[in-house]
């Protein structure tokens, strides 16, 4: 702590990296202890088929190998990330922020500790301090098989940038809300507020609000007014701000009502300010947010079944909510029980990433002398059964 | 076929290139039946869970978006590929190989006329045919889901290299036998080779072959004679070549007996040729193939379950097979129907990639208004269900 202050380290920041600070120790070691009451994630039997009499395929999950997790300095987080390595068999290289270097070394060194009385290998986890000793691993696509960047998107991007090896987490988290003409306007309010201001600095509040045109006099004002009350300011399109003129809507204070730039509809701005923007169909706004959101969570406010649908299969994002707020979009409330990390790829794990993101497959063949040669395909006459395996 | 040979193109390739030979065309056509008869892989709900009363999480199957085809010259590859990609949802950019331009052409316009009677688009199958077009396309990440390149060990290696898009492929095909002391000689020697010779020039053949040092008079002789009758070449450690010397075994005509190089060992020989070398216990073994691999196929003969099970847990390769020749590591054998391609990545699919592959998933949350600040963990007081639903 004195360091921390003789190295003028902001006050919140320092809060944050206290761990006696009230329950947080407390939290730390119920989230460890949550992760090891998960189910074991390695062995279960995805597929099983029998391919002929004494010849059966298993497919069955694996660790994916050795991962580099690199993560902001809240000190907590080496024990989780540790925990579902662990739990996910796999070898973890860990690299934290700088600013809790001591704590994460203690932490790490316990843990090392509690290792060596069991058969996992004390090498499974390990802790590395500098940026060097990172970008040294990047290089080591053979012996690597999994980097995931948690902190800024600047890291994630750098990170991606300088790497063979596959990267699990997210760039950016640019979400927004459409809200249909046929929607009940409280409920919208409520979504978009909720959306907007619950926690403005995380990835799945909502930087972006879409109007159906035929809404901007019956939905538009309310939803504005609510957000100014919020303290938040708008950036809007010419047909927005005069919608608002009309209807008589004012920024107040801080919250202020501007125009809006091509580029605020692709900007995270993290912060109380929302783009705004209307659409005539809900065709338009599925190609709207196609086009400009980063893939995170996007949602619908809407009383009709079938527009929601034509949303929820239209918008190519990881979570499409319907009636609800982007918040939402996070491994805890999904019923996870933790999170790695929440994934924008399309390629492995896709949205809040749980246990299950850490792990892949294998093939299992169990067989009892079968040559390929035997078969149709590879010279022979037998033919494959291909019978579904009880599991 | 005449400008083909006026070009030089050599005899088997331009057989291998002409569609009208025997039941080539037949058999394409029978493949596109094929993949339009498979399940639909789109809009499966593979996973469902009540967050609470009126807010269900559902997880649905969707396409991965753009895929870019990189395949050999084989015509009827693209009807196969063009197939998938309809079948799957996803919108696909295709290159073959040069030889093939005018086929590609052809079968493309009627693709094309054919999808015109139809919901999809026709830009949704586009040809492209230039290798400068390739490398533009390798930078579009933005637009660009997944690249999946067929053909040479360079071919995948050059683009993993050049792209930050996700790959799916596998450069090296460089799978084992590892024969235990406690194996049927026969059924030993019946898998090796099977693995090696059945078709040496495909990723599934062996290329190292391991015995256990116990074995090496039981049942090295009979391997090591049974694969020069074949016409297979030996590349030896010292002591295998001693152990031969002594058991009397020679090479004969081409299939020689050589001191094998280090180099040997992570060789993919694609020819009858296969590294030989002995291991104390099945460990060393492990220890071996995963070292030297690349992480594709590997198979051991024992007599032994759990032996056997040791070494299916300890390599980490996709494919892990129990007395059975690693040529079964295929799509078709494996029952998916047709296959996109066989990975060697941990990450996303692995081993023989069907369909599936070419899926990933959202999440869809379908609400009546629920906003996050309610709930714990957000501000509120109301506790998450968590039910799993029924799918």
Sequence with gaps: MEAAEKANVSTPLIKRLDLSKGDKFDTMLQGVLDVANLPDPIGKVTFANKLDEGLDLYRVTCPIGVLLVIFESRPEVIANITALAIKSANAVILKGGKESFHSFAAISRLVGEA???????????????????????????RYIDLVIPRGSNELVRSIKSNTKIPVLGH???LCSVYVHGDADVDMAVRIVIDSKTNYAAACNAAEGLLVQRCALKSHLPSLAKAL?????????TPEIGEAL?????????SATIMSAEEKDFETEFLSFTIAVAAVEEVDEAIKHINAHSSKHTDSI?????????????????????????????????????????ISTSKIHARGPVGLEGLTCYQY?????????????????????????LDM
Tied chains: 1, 2.
Excluded: C, M
């Design 301 to 341: 406010v809407t009383a009709s079944k079938e527009i929601a649908d034509k949303f929820l299969n239209g918008v190519d994002s990881s979570g499409v909510f319907w009636n609800a707020s982007t918040r939402f979009s996070d491994g805890f409330r999904y019923g996870f029980g933790t999170e790695v990390g």
């Design 364 to 388: 299992q063949l169990r067989g009892s002398g079968q040559v390929a040669a035997d078969y149709v395909g590879a010279g022979g006459k037998k033919e494959f059964k291909h019978e579904q």
């Design 115 to 141: 290792l060596s009385g069991t058969e996992i290998p004390p090498g499974a986890v390990q802790l590395i301090e500098s940026r060097q000793e990172v970008s040294d691993l990047l290089k080591q696509d």
């Design 228 to 236: 100014i009350d919020a303290g938040v300011s708008l950036k809007v």
């Design 245 to 253: 003129k009309e209807a008589g809507v004012a920024g107040t204070g």
């Design 171 to 173: 760039a950016d988290g």
